[in-house]
């Protein structure tokens, strides 16, 4: 389809000279002013059109020019509860101009004497200060103005009528200050200034529409309905405010009035702009980042939310509202109409469109109304503090913020710091003063910031690092509480709102420690849950959820023989390959032997080949007198001729065997899943690893089977949990692998709370005791029925506990040799790792998601935006039901990445 210009219209549309200057091609403009000056040309009431300067390097100039400046403005709204609608082709618009490569141009479009106006928007960062030099197309705004206006005055030609639309306060007065600081600056002479001064109208003005801009999903409808293409075509609301503060005799000269537009010249613009700064776009920028962080994407989806629709009314009503100067009833009306434009239908008006520049857009729509509430009552205002909060956190994530440069560095270089609050408040560049000098208001802002996670608490948590700060005055030598427990010791006397890490916080932990057994009444409830997963019904009874051809080297030394099979054999075959099964003695043999013997049984592989070398400590026939079936083939290296093609025929022998079995409807009391974190952040125990909790708790609840290993991981945190035990056997052997695993520590000289790793304290985990209540909320609510020592398998459904390392790909392989089906992973700072079993991650929270999508299966920290904690655990379930049914993969299975490792705790010979 043909692209708009004037070749549409073979010489109708009128050519007026140009009497309007305007700074700015963006939509706003386009749908508000430029439509007005059409009208007024359509009615015969100016007879002028509009030469448009572009402000920046890069921008819409070659687009409108390809369009001979022409353009349609689609206007829709509700009137009286009905919708209207109606279309304008803009030709006011002549042409524009880009002064970074068209300087010379512009001058002599400036200077024409036909030029009466000026109109600009440069948005609120648009109309300041710049030091720099009279040179051909300066830089700022205002400096090119300065420069435009000189050759005007060198020429004789008369002053102009500046119609600023920027949202800042006495805009026109702005711009005329920084317009005669320049002046002054460049040396241009007193008769200069005294010609700006007196032959120049500066006019503050109030503008109020709201233009989403181009309605991209609506194009190919429009295109047709037009009967050309517009990629200019801008939308906007039918209703349209423009408050000018100037003299009568002007508003004749471009008589908007005249019209029937809602254009009014007054003496007095300050009521009409708090009201509309505050109220309209004051909401607008106290609500869209917070609902961005949310996951929501347009307004209308924020008001059709019934969270933020009532948090909108309360931040409207009673926060913004009393801190206007009009009259009661009038300001209550307008609210009102705002809030009715706001759920206007057809305006779909992108969040990210309207966060633009938001740092200054709260400076100045939002500060004065805070500042005047708390001068008014004494209190900060809840939601503008949450909304200022909320506005932290989106820079500091910076994928979406778009900012002048000096804005984004500081995000980018604060961005991990645990002072970050105080920092952005102090920053005067930001607010024009040290906003950590309001008493309170620190604290109230970090309020929203931070997460207190239990009543005993005297840190909390930045929710935007993951970093503690203390939450009252903690003397040196006092414990430190986060989860309700101690998570170590002060080493320093700390002052509430100081960071508490490392520097000033110290485990602990010691060596081996007695228990007492004080068991708490269960409160459980099994749930009928008539659902089913799809799985393999094994000749044993097991389920499996998967299908798979495993090859298990009995020893490391077949390790490159069993790939060279796995090649041969041309189907998917994965290999458990390790380095042990000979040179080994005693108990840690029996672990390595006991542990592939586990993993063989497991019901997702439908066929396994055991390959040995032939003179090793772990021999095959140990192997053979454990495992028998038809899902499993023996084969020796040295005892047979071409071992390829051995291993080939037998791996044929077992898809033979694989491709009989079916899925079948399988209840979810027969699932069992491994529960494991790794590469895990201060949000691991906030966001997911209680998520994984709620699901354990759910599938427990149901007769399944969960599994919590990573035994070091559970120092410190241990009476949280060993009083679940469901009798006094179970509660001595939890006991019995805890001292274990520290008694280990300690035999090998080893500290039992060196733990956290580097990227863990960089994540804020300070001490193990810290990682450990983290840890353990993957571990839900439910009673403890049995404990597993490394390499053994399941006996009991509920909630089992497992000795084994934290060693991520170790402890993955416990858990599949112990014969859970799948394992949920939670991490916060992110691995790519899969083991044996279908391996699902969980990210602590939305970033790491959006950054990792192929590595991530599901997002915990929507739990940081607003989701409930049981709508995620039932999506979560419903994730589980379709990965075990085979309907989906994990993002590890996807990737090819399966492995494991073997614990090993003996001499090597």
């Known amino acids: 389809m043909k692209r708009l210009n004037r070749s549409h219209f073979d010489g109708q549309l009128p050519s007026w000279p140009e009497r309007i200057v305007q700074f700015g091609e963006g939509n706003f403009l386009r749908a508000f002013a430029d439509w007005m000056v059409d009208i007024l040309n359509e009615r015969g009431l100016f007879g002028g059109r509009i030469a448009i300067v572009q402000p920046l390097p890069c921008g819409q100039v070659p687009a409108l020019n390809q369009q001979d400046g022409l353009y349609t403005v689609l206007l829709r709204g509700l009137e009286n509860g009905r919708p209207v609608e109606s279309r304008r082709l803009i030709s006011a618009v002549s042409r524009g101009l880009n002064p970074y490569e068209q300087w010379e141009e512009t001058v002599a479009c400036f200077c024409q004497p036909t030029i009466r106006f000026v109109i600009s928007n440069t948005t609120e960062a648009g109309i300041v200060p710049c030091d720099e030099p009279l040179r051909p197309c300066p830089q700022s705004f205002p400096a090119k103005v300065a420069a435009l206006l000189y050759e005007r005055f060198r020429r004789g030609l008369p002053g102009l009528v500046f119609l600023p639309c920027e949202l800042i306060d006495r805009n026109g007065d702005n711009l005329q200050r920084i317009v005669l600081q320049h002046a002054v600056a460049w040396n241009l002479g007193d008769q200069f200034l005294a010609w700006l001064r007196e032959k120049n109208h500066f006019l503050n003005t109030l503008v109020d529409r709201i233009v989403p801009g181009h309605p991209a999903t609506e194009m190919a409808r429009l295109r047709d309905e037009l009967g050309y293409d517009d990629p200019l075509l801008v939308a906007g609301e039918s209703f349209h405010l423009w408050v000018i503060e100037g003299p009568p005799s002007l ?170 609050v105080a920092d952005t408040l102090a920053n005067t560049s930001f607010w024009g003063c040290d906003l950590t000098k309001i008493s309170g208001l620190l604290q109230a802002v970090q309020i929203p910031v931070l997460l207190r996670l239990n009543h005993r608490d005297n840190v909390a948590v930045i929710t935007c690092t993951g970093h503690k700060v203390a939450t009252t005055d903690i003397s040196s030598g006092r414990d430190i509480i986060k989860y309700g427990q101690p998570i170590g010791v002060a080493t320093a006397d700390i002052a509430a709102g100081q960071a508490v890490h490392t520097h000033n916080l110290r485990t602990k932990l010691a060596g081996i420690e007695t228990y007492s057994y004080t068991p708490i009444p269960a409160e459980w409830t099994p749930v009928t849950d008539p659902r089913t997963f799809d799985g393999y019904r094994r000749d044993n009874g097991e389920v499996g959820i998967r299908n798979e051809l495993w090859i298990i080297p009995t020893v490391g030394c077949v390790n490159e023989t069993a790939e060279a099979m796995a090649r041969a054999f041309g189907g998917e075959v994965f290999v458990w390959k390790h380095p042990y099964g000979c040179s080994q003695l005693g108990d840690d043999l029996a672990m390595t032997h006991r542990l592939l013997v586990s993993l063989a049984r497991h019901p997702n592989a439908g066929g396994v080949l055991l390959l040995g070398l032939g003179c090793e400590n772990n021999t095959l026939d140990s192997f053979r007198a454990e495992l028998q079936g038809a899902r499993y083939q023996f084969l020796s290296a040295q005892q047979t001729g071409d071992e390829i093609a051995e291993g080939v025929r037998a791996l044929r022998a077992l898809a033979e065997v694989a491709a ?235 990737n090819g990445f399966r492995e494991i490792a073997l614990f090993k705790n003996g001499v090597t010979l």
């Open 251 to 420: 508003a004749e000269e471009i008589p908007f009035h005249r019209a029937g537009l809602n254009v009014v010249w007054t003496d007095n613009l300050e009521p009409y702009r708090t009201r509309k700064v505050r109220i309209l776009n004051g909401t607008h920028t106290a609500t869209v980042l917070a609902a961005h962080l949310a996951g929501l994407k347009t307004v209308g989806e924020m008001m059709s939310d019934p969270n933020f629709s009532r948090l909108i009314r309360e931040l409207v009503f009673d926060e913004i509202v009393p801190t206007v100067p009009l009259p009661a009833d009038e300001k209550r009306a307008y609210a009102e109409s705002v809030l009715e434009r706001f759920q206007n239908p057809f305006i779909h008006h992108e969040l990210l469109t309207i966060a633009l520049n938001s740092v200054s857009k709260w400076k100045t729509r939002c500060l004065p109304t805070l500042l005047d509430f708390h001068r008014a009552t004494g209190r900060f205002p809840k939601h503008l503090t949450y909304s200022l909060a909320a506005l932290i956190e989106f820079y500091r994530q910076g994928k979406h913020a778009r900012d002048e440069a000096h804005v984004l560095q500081f995000f980018r270089e604060h961005r991990d710091s645990p002072t970050l």
């Open 660 to 894: 009989t079995a079916r899925r079948e409807p399988v209840p979810l009391s027969e699932l069992r899943v491994g529960l494991k974190c790794g590469g895990s952040d201060a949000f691991s125990g906030i966001t997911a690893n209680p998520l994984v909790g709620a699901f354990s708790d759910r599938l427990v609840a149901r007769g399944g089977t969960t599994v919590l290993t990573e035994v070091p991981e559970m120092f410190g945190a241990e009476t949280c949990f060993l009083n679940r035990c469901v009798n006094r056997d179970v509660f001595d052997r939890a006991v019995a692998m805890l001292n274990g695993f520290k008694k280990y520590y300690l035999d090998h000289g080893q500290p039992v709370y060196e733990n956290p790793s580097p990227g863990n304290k960089e994540g804020g985990i300070t001490t193990l005791e810290e990682k450990s209540l983290g840890c353990i909320q993957k571990g839900g609510t439910a009673p403890i029925v049995d404990v597993l020592d490394h390499g053994d398998r399941l006996r009991s459904r509920g909630l089992n506990l497992l000795s084994g390392p934290g060693n991520d790909i170790v402890a993955c392989t416990a858990l599949a040799a112990a014969g859970v089906h799948l394992i949920l992973f939670t991490t916060g700072r992110g691995t790519p790792l899969g083991g044996p079993v279908p391996t699902l991650k969980i990210s602590t929270r939305s970033a790491l998601a959006e950054r990792k999508p192929h590595w991530i299966d599901f997002d915990a920290g929507r739990l940081l935006g607003g989701a409930t904690m049981d709508a995620l655990a039932d999506e979560l379930l419903a994730q589980v039901i379709e990965i075990a049914s085979g309907r989906r993969k994990t993002r590890a299975e996807e």
